[in-house]
């Protein structure tokens, strides 16, 4: 195994882990930005007004993605088990 091969895997993996965390991080932020729109518009300062829904939310992210998510791990673990198959 060759140097442009062990870059080229770190990559896949790196982008692996952007593709499949991306969703759930988009989600959090767009709800984040609407309940801090919210409490400055309405003045209410509640601490717990930011969790319950960001969590709930984050919940449901991971609940739709997870297909996706599950597909792309899948497809990227394949190909690294077929490296491994070539290698030997």
């Known amino acids: 195994m060759d140097e442009v091969t062990v870059l ?6 790196l982008f692996v ?4 965390s991306g969703p759930i ?6 709800i984040g930005l609407i ?3 919210f409490q400055a ?5 509640e601490m717990t007004l930011t969790f ?3 969590i709930l939310v984050i919940f449901m992210a991971v609940v ?3 297909p996706f998510m599950m597909t792309t791990l899948i497809e990227f673990t394949n190909g690294l088990f ?3 198959s070539n290698l030997g």
């Open 8 to 13: 080229e895997v770190g990559r896949q993996a």
């Open 17 to 20: 882990i952007l593709k499949t």
């Open 25 to 30: 991080m988009l989600a959090g932020l767009g």
């Open 35 to 37: 309940i801090a729109l």
């Open 41 to 45: 518009l309405t003045t209410i300062q």
């Open 52 to 54: 319950v829904p960001k």
């Open 64 to 66: 739709v993605f997870l």
């Open 82 to 84: 077929d490296r491994i």
